[in-house]
């Protein structure tokens, strides 16, 4: 630590010091926020500058969303036994040099691997910057902090729909992309300068030596951190789980394919063998994760009745939210004639409804238990999903057709995606919480990818779809149908799986209650910190 760098666990939120750190974290998840919400808007410009067809729009979404799923676990314990400051730097960085390559691709195949190396560092910057967070700010003043970087990126993701149709009417799809490369010059020398360096090792997240982190680190004599690293008393540090990692984004990236490519040809080698490989290299997956002492992914989380469930209703729930926001970009702009700003404007209301309403909805699940938000939020979804077959053709009024199902839809996920997280917590020890926090993350993402891979070939969308309303209008008809009984299967499931009232957790394990605008996935969480301040405890 060089001199006069602020000590992890001291900053307050009212310093400079404080504020510089929220900065550089707001700046770093905010590209990766606005990237997941701006790219549906652009999705039919770039098909027509780049004359992709409907399986290369598909692949701009997905590319990201594979190497970002595939990889999140991984970030994070990166940033754990090497630096947290140091691996989100890298991400930033890696991230706005990938957004300069998606802005200059010439092509749609050098725009999808541009689109895969953004993931990449999506998956760095993403955990990291919570992680640092919870590791640089006073224990108390951590959860003000947690609140001010989520609801401030929320805003971010709220804006990211219209900034996204501006920037795509105005100087260009490619600006979407290259609009990260100014906000990383900022992020990456204030956070190099400002933000303290800390990992699981050094101890530097916990107020005292043997107390439980905020991310799930301990002290520095020698207990095990959220990684399977141990303190700095001498003790080995476990391996990555980079076998897992890879085994896990190459199960996605080969079924992603199989499905993508099947319209052309189900009954191709190359499609069929995919498929198999896929399957096969899922198996594969689940038994080295069964064998691994340091997995991934621990599979005894999933013996924790309530943590499996409410996984599967994550794969329903964002396996829908996945589908509907790729179709219905596009269907705004295909079959009602929308512009890509009216678009993505019109799209708006989903999530400045979360963004007020989120935290709100996370204390009443609090008071009520989370069973009956989590069957009515899928339900309401749905509902809204299915207004949105009132969007056909030019003469679509947004305030009878677009704004009613798009509020209807931003109800329900208000209703269900605070006590969805705070379940996802509640579920598992204190210690894994954080964990468990990925994992639920990394589902939502896999359950949106696959989603996007499928529906087109479940709804017979040719590869020319998005060029004819009348092709386009008429298998998203048949789409929203899918999506809407998606959601009313995670209610179902929700229902006879997640505990009733009266049975939700004690108040210490209960989260903190903070808005946020969890389009693609819930939003990344850490276990409550019980460690006492670091000042107070040498002190004694």
Not at 97 to 112: D, H, K, M, R, T
Not at 193 to 215: C, F, K, L, M, T
Request: proline residues 6%; hydrophobic residues 50%.
């Amino acid at each position: 630590m060089s001199e006069g760098e602020p000590l992890p666990g001291t900053l307050r939120t009212k310093s400079a010091a404080g504020r510089w750190v929220l900065l550089t974290t707001v700046l770093g998840s905010g590209m990766a926020l606005l990237d997941s919400t701006v790219v549906n808007v652009a999705l039919r410009r770039i098909g027509a500058d780049l004359d992709a067809d409907l399986a290369a729009l598909q692949w701009t979404v997905n590319a990201y969303m594979l190497t970002l799923a595939g990889l999140i676990l991984l970030g994070g314990a990166l940033g754990d036994r090497f630096g947290r400051r140091k691996v989100f730097v890298t991400g930033v960085v890696w991230f706005a040099a990938a957004s300069l390559l998606c802005g200059l691709a010439p092509n749609a195949g050098v725009l999808i691997a541009a689109r895969a190396l953004q993931g990449v560092g999506g998956a760095l910057l993403t955990p990291g910057s919570l992680a640092l967070i919870q590791a640089s700010f006073h224990p108390d003043d951590r959860a003000k902090a947690v609140g001010v970087w989520s609801g401030l990126g929320g805003v971010g993701a709220a804006v990211g729909p219209f900034l996204g149709g501006w920037l795509v009417d105005g100087p260009g799809w490619r600006w979407v992309f290259l609009l990260n490369v100014p906000l990383a010059a900022v992020c990456v020398p204030v956070a190099l300068r400002h933000v303290p360096e800390s990992s699981a090792s050094s101890g530097a997240a916990v107020g005292a030596v043997g107390h439980d982190g905020a991310d799930g680190t301990v002290g520095a004599v020698g207990h095990e951190g959220a990684d399977g690293t141990v303190g700095a008393a001498g003790h080995e540090r476990k391996p990555f789980d980079v076998l897992g990692a890879v085994l896990g984004a190459l199960t996605l990236a080969l079924l992603t394919y199989a499905l993508i490519a099947a319209p052309d040809g189900a009954s191709s080698p190359a499609v069929i063998g995919a498929a198999a490989a896929g399957l096969a290299l899922g198996v594969f997956f689940v038994h080295v994760e069964r064998r691994r002492p340091d997995p991934m992914l621990p599979p005894s989380l999933f013996t924790a009745r309530e943590f499996t469930a409410v996984n599967v209703v994550t794969l329903c729930v964002y396996g829908a939210f996945g589908g509907f926001f790729f179709l219905s970009a596009l269907q705004l702009q295909v079959v009602a004639g929308y512009s890509a700003l009216a678009a993505g404007t019109a799209l708006l209301p989903t999530t400045v409804l979360m963004l007020f309403l989120s935290a709100r909805s996370g204390e009443l699940a609090q008071r009520i238990g989370p069973r009956l938000p989590l069957t009515v939020g899928p339900l309401l979804c749905a509902a809204g999903m299915l207004l949105m077959l009132r969007v056909d053709g030019a003469h679509t009024s947004y305030a009878a057709d677009v704004l009613p199902a798009v509020s209807v839809l931003g109800l329900g996920m208000v209703t269900l995606v605070a006590p969805l997280t705070a379940t996802v917590l509640a579920s598992v020890d204190t210690a894994r919480a954080g964990l468990a926090s990925g994992v639920n993350n990394a589902a939502a993402r896999a359950a949106g990818l696959i989603t996007v891979a499928a529906l087109p070939l479940l709804v017979g969308m040719g590869p020319e779809a998005y060029r004819s309303a009348d092709e386009f209008g008429a298998a998203f008809r048949r789409a929203m149908p899918l999506c809407a009984g998606l959601l009313a299967l995670g209610a179902v499931i929700a229902w006879l799986t997640v505990r009733g009232p009266g049975t939700e957790p004690p108040e210490d394990r209960r989260p903190e209650c903070h808005s946020h605008c969890a389009v693609a996935a819930p939003p990344l969480e850490a276990p409550p910190s019980e460690a006492p301040d670091a000042s107070s405890e040498e002190d004694r």
